[in-house]
């Protein structure tokens, strides 16, 4: 799976005494399976937010006169808070030790929620899902690097596998519970749910989940590097979002684009100057962390913007309610398992590079049905073909990325994969938004058949970069 040595890169502080040892710490854990259980419920209510949404922005919008730039920040905004603030609480993790971080971040989750559900108008509305994306952020990586830490040797590989299933499933039946939810007692509820599953899970991980000492204690947190990262991610999606009126060409787009890229040189330069980076440079450009971000950032954006492109679609142009637009994206939802459950079995057999070309190749295939004939039924029908192949990349990058992590580097190596998980959430919704605004607008089929034909390409694309990124099978 991976080719490098399982040495990881040093941390930030000289090595200190070992860490206390408890039972937190081995696979002898008989809480391990239940913890992971209620982690595992956690996480997927993070991941479905990303997608839950997209059923309920136009019922959203209209009830709150938002436009179309500020419904796609109902999503963008979300990601871009979770996906910037992930490195930043990836490390924290590693120094606070990760069980405050699950608590903290849950209870912040679920209060955000609740605001989201009773918010008076747009801003507000954006204002508490940034809230939201806080709580997530705090919350997902210091999950992870509890599953990590509580399991070894094959259990481990079993625990990351149902993990790693999470975000693929939980993409898709966003859009299934967003329908159920929007149709029946309003948007508001997509966000009321939230509040007593959060609740319950709080009482359970208090009373179940165990201390674990932090592995990096005293250690400084990289906030500058955090900030820059956040800063530089934000003026690339509003430079995306804003292309659906300026143009792709505008010196709008291009110069927060441009701006965008700019930030990130800077957040390179800081991270080799830093006495205390955000992220070890090196762990950056170690093949199976890359590979793995890269296959994660392709599969959420791909996903996030088919589902946002479809909603769209089954909603405005073909005229479905909410509650049967959901109720079409079934066959997506369980398409999306089937791939992460046969990737699953398959990884193990045939590689992840081999996995993750011909999941891609799937997805390339299935998006281009609906930019070739687009229909409900060939729309539906397709991209549940394609969303079988996402569903295995989720399982391709987590086993890439994580196989060989060591446990005292788990926070801080979730930190950068969720970090591309959420990026690619604000890129796929931003990018997509801009190349069919203005059939979002008027409900033309132009726009969104352009829409999945860039899908396609993209998948496609990814697919030759996979196959040379993605460490083959071990001999």
């Known amino acids: 799976m991976a080719e490098t040595s399982t040495r990881q890169p040093p941390t930030d502080e000289p ?11 081995t696979s002898r854990n008989p809480r391990r399976w239940r913890v992971l259980g209620l982690l595992a419920v956690a996480q997927f209510m993070l991941i479905l937010d990303i997608t839950v949404v997209t059923v309920a922005i136009p019922d959203l919008g209209a009830d709150l006169g938002m ?74 990586p210091a999950a992870l690097s509890v599953v990590v830490r509580l399991f070894d040797g094959e259990e481990r590989n079993k625990a990351l596998g149902i993990w790693s299933s999470l975000g693929g499933v939980g993409a898709a039946a966003g859009v299934l519970v967003g329908g159920l939810l929007t149709g029946g007692p309003g948007w508001e509820w997509v966000f009321f749910v939230n509040v007593p599953v959060g609740v319950a899970l709080l009482v359970a991980l208090r009373l179940l989940m165990p201390p674990m000492p932090p592995w990096a204690a005293g250690a400084r947190l990289d906030v500058v590097g955090a900030v ?17 009126e300026h143009g792709w060409g505008s010196a709008f787009t291009l110069g927060f684009l441009a701006a965008g890229v700019a930030v990130y040189g800077a957040v390179a330069f800081h991270l080799k100057r830093s006495a205390a980076p955000l992220v070890d440079p090196r762990l950056l450009t170690r093949r199976p962390v890359l590979a793995g971000t890269f296959v994660l950032f ?29 109720l079409l994206f079934l066959p997506v939802a369980l398409a999306t398992m089937a791939g992460a459950q046969v990737g699953g079995r398959l990884i193990g057999r045939i590689g992840a590079r081999t996995l ?31 969303s079988a192949g996402l569903g295995a990349l989720f399982v391709v990058a987590a086993a890439t990325a994580l196989g060989q992590v060591a446990p005292e580097d788990a926070g801080i190596a979730s930190g950068v994969l969720n970090t591309s998980h959420e990026f690619g959430s604000s890129a796929g919704a931003a990018v997509i938004s ?42």
Do not use: C, N
């Not at 204002?127 to 939201?132: F, H, L, S």
């Not at 392709?298 to 959901?326: C, K």
């Open 15 to 25: 090595p200190t005494d070992e860490p206390p040892t408890d039972e937190s710490s």
């Open 67 to 140: 436009g179309r730039a500020a419904l796609t920040w109902v999503m963008s905004a979300y990601t871009l808070a979770f996906g910037g603030l992930m490195l930043l609480a990836g490390r924290a993790a590693d120094v606070v030790g990760p069980r405050p971080l699950v608590l903290a971040g849950l209870a912040l989750f679920t209060v955000a929620s609740l605001a989201v559900g009773l918010a008076p108008s747009g801003e507000v509305v954006i204002g508490a899902r940034v809230a939201q994306g806080v709580g997530a952020a705090m919350l997902s």
């Open 356 to 386: 993750g070309v011909a999941a891609l190749l799937v997805a390339a295939a299935g998006l281009l049905v609906p930019a070739l004939s687009l229909s409900t039924l060939t729309t539906v029908a397709a991209v549940s073909i394609g």
């Open 228 to 244: 820059l990262v956040t800063s530089a991610t934000l003026l690339v999606i509003y430079g995306f979002i804003g292309a659906g």
């Open 298 to 326: 392709v599969a959420t954006g791909l996903m996030v913007a088919v589902f946002f492109l479809g909603t769209f679609y089954l909603q405005q142009a073909r005229g479905h309610g909410p509650l049967v637009t959901g």
């Open 434 to 475: 801009g190349v069919v605004a203005a059939s979002l607008v008027a409900g033309t089929d132009v726009g969104f058949a352009r829409g999945y034909l860039v899908a396609a390409v993209v998948a496609a694309v990814s697919a030759v970069v996979a196959a040379m990124l993605v460490p083959g099978k071990p001999r």
